[in-house]
């Protein structure tokens, strides 16, 4: 039995950016800074998410740098072969599954936190 179960609180290091497919698919990207529990002085850990179908557009609608969000979903390694030099190369990426928007009252209308999960596949 095997378990890849990614939680994360932390900053949107920049505001979405969102795909659309003729499929109807939709899929958001989005960096996420997340700090160390150990040491505030220490510079944030970077994360790169991939957001799809309805919780990418919520993510798309409501999420803007600096805003503070609340992820679940798997690591996953993504490689492939530089066009340049030919070798291969790889990236770990968090796919989401689920979406929280954290904050104030001032960060979000309803002062409330808001949780989406993504029901279909991708």
Do not use: H
């Amino acid at each position: 039995m095997g378990l890849n179960v990614i939680n994360l609180v932390g900053r949107a290091g920049a505001d979405p950016q969102v795909r659309y497919f003729d499929s109807g698919k939709v899929l958001c990207e989005l960096s996420l800074a997340v700090g160390r529990r150990s040491s505030k002085t220490d510079p944030p850990d970077w994360f790169k998410l991939k957001i799809w179908n309805k919780t990418a557009e919520i993510a798309a609608n409501f999420v803007r740098k600096g805003g503070l969000i609340g992820i679940q979903g798997e690591l996953v390694i993504e490689t492939w072969t530089d066009r340049n030099t030919g070798a291969n190369r790889s990236s770990p990426v968090i796919v989401v599954d689920k979406l929280e928007l954290l904050g104030s009252k001032r960060d979000n209308d309803s002062g409330s936190i808001n949780s989406y999960q993504e029901a279909d596949e991708f």
